[in-house]
């Protein structure tokens, strides 16, 4: 008998995975026992959480891989979204909703006796990121998937995410998240495209064979950059994206060679510092700490992409770049990428011979930059000495790109040096500094902000000089997020009752929800929804109750703010209204009493003093309340520890109101306002962010607004004086009086002093005495709603129906219709 030679790649007949529930069964028993070697039944959850993972995988591949053909085929142009951090969370649940599998799935785990939410919590959240930008960029490659855009996600893959918090005593204490221990069943490592990226070393100019005068890098320090590819599904199209995450490893020939054998020990080290690259996230949100390290793992991401990019760009069409720009854009997530800018120009003109002209023509026209804060600690800066030895031949760049940019300056402003000093690149200083901010600025042919009042704010004052001589660049981009995870996955109650009132549209299309407006005056909706709503509260009471020893009611108003801890988010504001609502039931004005459970949870940068404090005087006020029988029921306060994606799904459904009371002016958009809103929690916020829009959409009537805005902000800097605000409130000096007599720190006297100056100081930069009596007062109307459930409900339903702005489909159109301009590729899978 004569066998036909086969291709190994030609998979015709590789039979086709079903999609029953009994297909699954056998994936899930065939991996269990084919793929992890298990075949006794046993306790082993992780073994049963990997086996389904697989089996759920195998669902993707085929599609993963036609949608990588589909995306060379066409040649059509691509985005790249280069991000320091993508804070994914897990990926099993939202594999499963976007295949369309979520009913086989259940029944399959039934058939075999599992229970899944146990299996679900098996997995560890991908946690390579901080908080809203990470998770932004999350959001954004869903949408890109469910849209089709042919768009790549590159990232590191960071062996230790961002730290788990632990409360001992009431403080946090971090501990190392590594999150790959178990393996990691998403990612595949892709050993092919590997890429070398260089570091140290000197430029130099030589002749080319041509006699041309040429400049390379050379003695270079040299690291591998690993690729690691995590599949992105669209929701039930057949579509499924890539992420791609580096990996450093030391170079094959890590100096082995060179090294006697006296030394063998030093130079197998040598191949630690290179793996060191990408060994930790750095855990500060919204602040940079300039260390060497950082910059190289910036420098890192940039220069792999950028080579992987290139590398299929050459394999099309060789050294012919003139088509490139039209065909290739780079979305730089924040200043943390925009060495990409210098990076790309030196691979164009040292590695490809192009002209600086050239070179720059193209590098101009496919960086776009997007701007995450106003706050002036979170702009970049590196010093030109750290910068010039770590990446010579970037500097280099960059100061030429720089005297360029200044000379165009000085032709539209002439004798205007003043402005030239103020928006050169490198500025000038006991120690110079390389401004990442003006690169990226100068680099790009779009400047964005996340929320329509930031992006104003841009304008007018940070990028004010570069708003006058580019004013086409810049534009806005308000940030959304993904309503798959964020209501269809993670609220299956309310998701289940909007679907089966308007269809299930919504799903794809989140403008749909305004369906619901009428239901809102449908009592019978009414009573479903909060029946709904009813549901995720006691999920979250059994999780505190678990994780905090707390008891929940939940029927009382659950009161939440869960986001990075930083003065300018201001639990602070939040724990003085818990203190003064404390003081009022100890002084027996309790009528027409709304019982509360306050939730606040969020991470403190671990050389964040302050935030580190206001963590501690949450857990010690929780402390005084929880254990008061006179308060009992009528307040209850916790701090929720490790708060993360994975936590967020399940305290966002559960939410009926959702804090969102930044200074105005500080927070760039915010994220977890929308999640709350969507999920039907009233946002209690200040005018500032996307609190702005989230108000126009849902209207003034269903939103808890107060406090000074951004003008008002800023006309109050100069003649603040928090001392005369408490001593004229009656109810804010008692709140101050219990803080400072040491009421929450019995046993631990001036604990908190540092927090009672911060907010007495007339240069408080939060100005969290400013809004005491507004925000008290708006808290007054919320818990006076609460009370009329009818009306109450009404304005949830409300919330959710106006919430479809806030999808991030909505923002990535965006992008694409203004940035990126790419065609949608439809997938050839089903
Ligand atoms: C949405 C989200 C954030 C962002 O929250 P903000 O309130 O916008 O700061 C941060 N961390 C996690 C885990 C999130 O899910």
Same mark, same amino acid.
């Given at each position: 008998?004569?066998?036909?030679?086969?291709?190994?790649?030609?998979?015709?007949?590789?039979?086709?995975?079903?999609?029953?529930?009994?297909?699954?069964?056998?994936?899930?028993?065939?991996?269990?026992?084919?793929?992890?070697?298990?075949?006794?039944?046993?306790?082993?959850?992780?073994?049963?959480?990997?086996?389904?993972?697989?089996?759920?995988?195998?669902?993707?591949?085929?599609?993963?891989?036609?949608?990588?053909?589909?995306?060379?085929?066409?040649?059509?142009?691509?985005?790249?979204?280069?991000?320091?951090?993508?804070?994914?969370?897990?990926?099993?649940?939202?594999?499963?909703?976007?295949?369309?599998?979520?009913?086989?799935?259940?029944?399959?785990?039934?058939?075999?006796?599992?229970? $899944?939410?146990?299996?679900?919590?098996? &997995?560890? !959240?991908?946690? #390579?990121? =901080? @908080?809203?930008?990470?998770? /932004?960029?999350?959001?954004?490659?869903?949408?890109?998937?469910?849209?089709?855009?042919?768009?790549?996600?590159?990232?590191?893959?960071?062996?230790?995410?961002?730290?788990?918090?632990?409360? $001992?005593?009431?403080?946090?204490?971090? &501990?190392? !998240?590594?999150? #790959?221990? =178990? @393996?990691?069943?998403?990612? /595949?490592?892709?050993?092919?495209?590997?890429?070398?990226?260089?570091?140290?070393?000197?430029?130099?100019?030589?002749?080319?064979?041509?006699?041309?005068?040429?400049?390379?890098?050379?003695?270079?320090?040299?690291?591998?950059?690993?690729?690691? !590819?995590?599949?992105?599904?669209?929701?039930?199209?057949?579509?499924?994206?890539?992420?791609?995450?580096?990996?450093?490893?030391?170079?094959?020939?890590?100096?082995?060679?060179?090294?006697?054998?006296?030394?063998?020990?030093?130079?197998?080290?040598?191949?630690?510092?290179?793996?060191?690259?990408?060994?930790?996230?750095?855990?500060?949100?919204?602040?940079?700490?300039?260390?060497?390290?950082?910059?190289?793992?910036?420098?890192?991401?940039?220069?792999?992409?950028?080579?992987?990019?290139?590398?299929?760009?050459?394999?099309?069409?060789?050294?012919?770049?003139?088509?490139?720009?039209?065909?290739?854009?780079?979305?730089?997530?924040?200043?943390?990428?925009?060495?990409?800018?210098?990076?790309?120009?030196?691979?164009?003109?040292?590695?490809?011979?192009?002209?600086?002209?050239?070179?720059?023509?193209?590098?101009?026209?496919?960086?776009?930059?997007?701007?995450?804060?106003?706050?002036?600690?979170?702009?970049?800066?590196?010093?030109?000495?750290?910068?010039?030895?770590?990446?010579?031949?970037?500097?280099?760049?960059?100061?030429?790109?720089?005297?360029?940019?200044?000379?165009?300056?000085?032709?539209?402003?002439?004798?205007?040096?003043?402005?030239?000093?103020?928006?050169?690149?490198?500025?000038?200083?006991?120690?110079?500094?390389?401004?990442?901010?003006?690169?990226?600025?100068?680099?790009?042919?779009?400047?964005?902000?996340?929320?329509?009042?930031?992006?104003?704010?841009?304008?007018?004052?940070?990028?004010?000089?570069?708003?006058?001589?580019?004013?086409?660049?810049?534009?806005?981009?308000?940030?959304?997020?993904?309503?798959?995870?964020?209501?269809?996955?993670?609220?299956?109650?309310?998701?289940?009752?909007?679907?089966?009132?308007?269809?299930?549209?919504?799903?794809?299309?989140?403008?749909?929800?305004?369906?619901?407006?009428?239901?809102?005056?449908?009592?019978?909706?009414?009573?479903?929804?909060?029946?709904?709503?009813?549901?995720?509260?006691?999920?979250?009471?059994?999780?505190?109750?678990?994780?905090?020893?707390?008891?929940?009611?939940?029927?009382?108003?659950?009161?939440?703010?869960?986001?990075?801890?930083?003065?300018?988010?201001?639990?602070?504001?939040?724990?003085?209204?818990?203190?003064?609502?404390?003081?009022?039931?100890?002084?027996?004005?309790?009528?027409?009493?709304?019982?509360?459970?306050?939730?606040?949870?969020?991470?403190?940068?671990?050389?964040?003093?302050?935030?580190?404090?206001?963590?501690?005087?949450?857990?010690?006020?929780?402390?005084?309340?929880?254990?008061?029988?006179?308060?009992?029921?009528?307040?209850?306060?916790?701090?929720?520890?490790?708060?993360?994606?994975?936590?967020?799904?399940?305290?966002?459904?559960?939410?009926?109101?959702?804090?969102?009371?930044?200074?105005?002016?500080?927070?760039?958009?915010?994220?977890?306002?929308?999640?709350?809103?969507?999920?039907?929690?009233?946002?209690?916020?200040?005018?500032?962010?996307?609190?702005?829009?989230?108000?126009?959409?849902?209207?003034?009537?269903?939103?808890?607004?107060?406090?000074?805005?951004?003008?008002?902000?800023?006309?109050?800097?100069?003649?603040?004086?928090?001392?005369?605000?408490?001593?004229?409130?009656?109810?804010?000096?008692?709140?101050?009086?219990?803080?400072?007599?040491?009421?929450?720190?019995?046993?631990?006297?001036?604990?908190?002093?540092?927090?009672?100056?911060?907010?007495?100081?007339?240069?408080?930069?939060?100005?969290?005495?400013?809004?005491?009596?507004?925000?008290?007062?708006?808290?007054?109307?919320?818990?006076?709603?609460?009370?009329?459930?009818?009306?109450?409900?009404?304005?949830?339903?409300?919330?959710?129906?106006?919430?479809?702005?806030?999808?991030?489909?909505?923002?990535?159109?965006?992008?694409?219709?203004?940035?990126?301009?790419?065609?949608?590729?439809?997938?050839?899978?089903?």
């Amino acid at each position: 008998m004569t066998k036909e030679i086969k291709e190994i790649r030609d998979i015709r007949d590789v039979p086709p995975v079903g999609k029953t529930s009994d297909d699954l069964v056998n994936g899930i028993q065939r991996h269990y026992l084919r793929t992890f070697g298990q075949h006794k039944p046993n306790n082993s959850v992780d073994y049963k959480y990997k086996a389904l993972a697989c089996t759920i995988r195998d669902r993707l591949m085929e599609c993963w891989k036609n949608t990588k053909e589909a995306h060379e085929e066409q040649d059509k142009k691509r985005a790249y979204y280069l991000s320091l951090e993508f804070l994914m969370g897990r990926a099993l649940g939202n594999a499963v909703l976007n295949l369309g599998l979520d009913e086989q799935t259940e029944e399959a785990l039934h058939k075999l006796g599992l229970d $899944v939410e146990e299996i679900i919590d098996q &997995e560890s !959240d991908a946690g #390579l990121g =901080n @908080g809203g930008l990470g998770r /932004l960029a999350a959001c954004f490659v869903d949408s890109c998937a469910t849209l089709q855009l042919p768009v790549v996600g590159y990232g590191i893959r960071y062996e230790y995410g961002m730290f788990r918090q632990q409360i $001992v005593d009431g403080n946090q204490v971090e &501990e190392p !998240d590594h999150w #790959l221990r =178990n @393996g990691n069943i998403w990612e /595949l490592e892709r050993p092919e495209h590997t890429q070398c990226v260089h570091f140290g070393g000197r430029s130099e100019s030589y002749h080319d064979a041509k006699g041309t005068l040429r400049t390379r890098w050379v003695d270079t320090e040299d690291v591998l950059a690993v690729p690691y !590819d995590t599949p992105i599904p669209g929701y039930k199209n057949g579509t499924v994206n890539t992420l791609r995450l580096w990996k450093s490893a030391a170079t094959d020939e890590f100096n082995l060679g060179e090294f006697n054998a006296g030394s063998y020990p030093e130079s197998v080290a040598s191949k630690n510092e290179a793996e060191h690259i990408s060994m930790v996230l750095y855990p500060n949100d919204a602040s940079e700490n300039g260390k060497e390290l950082r910059l190289r793992q910036q420098y890192f991401l940039a220069s792999a992409s950028i080579k992987d990019v290139l590398r299929q760009w050459v394999e099309v069409h060789g050294n012919d770049f003139s088509e490139f720009a039209e065909k290739n854009v780079f979305q730089l997530n924040d200043t943390h990428p925009t060495v990409s800018v210098a990076e790309l120009m030196r691979i164009l003109m040292d590695d490809y011979a192009l002209e600086w002209d050239a070179a720059w023509a193209i590098t101009s026209q496919t960086m776009a930059y997007t701007n995450h804060t106003l706050l002036p600690e979170a702009l970049e800066r590196w010093p030109v000495y750290l910068f010039g030895r770590l990446l010579p031949r970037l500097l280099e760049i960059i100061y030429e790109i720089n005297a360029r940019f200044l000379s165009e300056v000085a032709n539209r402003w002439p004798g205007d040096v003043e402005r030239q000093s103020r928006m050169s690149i490198i500025e000038e200083g006991p120690v110079q500094q390389v401004r990442m901010a003006y690169l990226a600025l100068v680099g790009s042919f779009s400047v964005n902000g996340v929320a329509q009042l930031h992006s104003d704010l841009l304008v007018e004052g940070l990028f004010a000089d570069f708003y006058a001589m580019w004013p086409e660049k810049f534009n806005n981009k308000t940030n959304g997020v993904t309503q798959r995870r964020w209501m269809a996955w993670c609220n299956k109650p309310m998701s289940e009752l909007i679907t089966d009132t308007i269809g299930g549209d919504w799903v794809t299309d989140l403008g749909e929800l305004r369906k619901l407006v009428p239901y809102a005056d449908d009592a019978e909706f009414r009573k479903q929804w909060a029946a709904c709503k009813h549901q995720n509260k006691e999920r979250l009471a059994a999780i505190v109750e678990a994780e905090c020893g707390v008891t929940f009611n939940p029927d009382a108003m659950f009161d939440i703010q869960v986001k990075r801890i930083h003065e300018y988010k201001r639990q602070l504001l939040n724990v003085l209204h818990v203190i003064h609502l404390y003081d009022r039931i100890k002084r027996g004005d309790t009528d027409n009493w709304t019982p509360r459970c306050v939730l606040i949870g969020g991470k403190a940068a671990p050389g964040y003093y302050i935030a580190k404090q206001i963590i501690k005087l949450v857990n010690n006020v929780a402390e005084v309340v929880n254990n008061d029988p006179e308060v009992g029921d009528k307040l209850k306060v916790v701090f929720f520890p490790n708060y993360r994606v994975s936590a967020m799904e399940v305290i966002a459904p559960a939410a009926d109101l959702s804090e969102q009371i930044s200074t105005a002016g500080k927070e760039a958009s915010g994220t977890g306002n929308m999640k709350f809103m969507m999920n039907g929690a009233m946002t209690i916020g200040t005018l500032d962010g996307a609190n702005i829009e989230i108000r126009e959409e849902v209207g003034d009537e269903n939103f808890f607004l107060f406090g000074l805005t951004a003008e008002e902000v800023e006309a109050t800097r100069g003649h603040y004086n928090p001392d005369a605000i408490i001593a004229d409130d009656a109810d804010f000096s008692r709140v101050m009086e219990l803080l400072e007599c040491g009421h929450f720190s019995q046993f631990e006297p001036g604990l908190f002093s540092a927090i009672f100056h911060a907010i007495r100081s007339p240069h408080d930069p939060w100005l969290v005495a400013a809004d005491f009596r507004a925000y008290v007062d708006a808290q007054q109307l919320a818990a006076e709603a609460f009370l009329d459930q009818n009306r109450w409900q009404k304005m949830s339903v409300l919330n959710t129906a106006y919430s479809g702005k806030f999808s991030t489909d909505r923002t990535m159109q965006d992008y694409n219709r203004d940035i990126w301009k790419l065609t949608p590729i439809p997938s050839k899978c089903s």
